[in-house]
């Protein structure tokens, strides 16, 4: 597959293709020089403006500063997830906050990328999965089964074995209707950046198994979605795992009406899956780093997906 270079122009190597992007960068945090109190990095850095769906922070649970385990001396987030945990409420099940930088609050976006490092360590065991980050917008409450058309999400999950997926809550208003549309890219012809497994009441799967995430490795993880502008048009989620392209579906509503945009960052990771089978096996940890939100936009060559 060929790679994405991050410029003002992007370049598919091995392909006469070329396009120019926008360069505007809207939000950006990398890591910290020193230790901090999580909670004023949350507010101040990821611009966590409200409490609602959060869990995990504070000063005896999950989310916390720790130095790189690549690069001593900087200091990046780490999320704690104990033995036992998973969705059901309690401490130290991982983490979850929503983070709407400023410059979202002044315009209404409907095609933005997110980047962010994600690290696993050795002692991480993926059991059958659980969550990552990724984008969201509208009312912040589309997750945990529910499915609206006020809100959007598009998180992320690791599934058993380290397998990733885009793991979509959007609108079931799908063309000619949510069924129909879930059959027709469920199938084994499918081709895989493009698969969708639906379950009813819950989020959408999409490009399962396309790719794999592996231990002691910052994976750089690139999403951009593109809301409809009107309802019953098409959006899409593009996705790149260390500068491939791995999802690509231009054929989904992404909401109902226009009443929404997309608002920021859904740092959201705990195992599960709502039953305890999604069960943290032992005490574990993940990193973070890096993150930026931006108006870039790149699309992949036919040749590249299937390549």
């Known amino acids: 597959m060929a790679l994405l270079t991050h410029t003002c122009l992007v370049l598919w190597i091995g392909f006469l293709s070329t396009q120019r992007i926008n360069c505007l960068n809207l939000w950006t945090w990398s890591h910290e020089n020193h230790n901090k109190d999580i909670m004023s990095v949350i507010k101040d850095g990821f611009h966590m403006t409200n409490t609602r769906g959060m869990f ?8 916390t500063l720790a130095e790189d385990p690549e690069h001593p001396g900087q200091w990046v987030l780490r999320v704690f997830y104990a033995k036992g945990s998973y969705s059901a409420p309690g401490t130290h099940r991982g983490a979850q906050f929503y983070g709407t930088p400023s410059a979202l609050t002044h315009h209404n976006y409907t095609t933005l990328t997110l980047e962010y490092e994600v690290y696993f360590p050795s002692s991480f065991d993926w059991n059958k999965g659980g969550k990552l980050p990724g984008l969201f917008g509208g009312t912040s409450d589309c997750a945990g089964g529910i499915v609206k058309d006020t809100c959007f999400s598009t998180r ?3 599934r058993a ?7 979509a809550y959007v609108t079931h208003s799908q063309s000619p209707d949510f ?6 890219y469920s199938h084994a012809s499918t081709p895989a950046y493009m698969h969708i497994y639906c379950v009813p009441g819950y989020g959408i799967e999409i490009a399962k198994n396309t ?8 994976h750089l993880v690139r999403q951009e979605i593109h809301l409809n502008d009107h309802p019953g048009q098409n959006g899409y989620i593009k996705l790149w795992v260390d500068r491939r392209a791995e999802v690509h579906v231009t054929d989904v509503h992404m909401r109902a009406n226009t009443n929404f945009g997309i608002d920021g960052l859904f740092f959201s990771t705990f195992f599960g899956g709502g039953d305890s089978t999604y069960a943290c096996p032992h005490d574990t940890y993940t990193y973070f780093r890096n993150f930026k939100i931006f108006t870039d936009t790149a ?3 036919h040749s590249e997906l299937v390549g």
């Open 56 to 63: 995990g922070i504070g000063a005896n649970d999950s989310l």
């Open 156 to 158: 992320l999950m690791w």
């Open 161 to 167: 074995l380290g397998d990733g997926e885009v793991y």
């Open 179 to 184: 069924q129909t549309w879930c059959a027709k």
């Open 211 to 218: 790719w794999r995430f592996q231990h002691n490795h910052w």
């Open 299 to 301: 699309t992949p060559s």
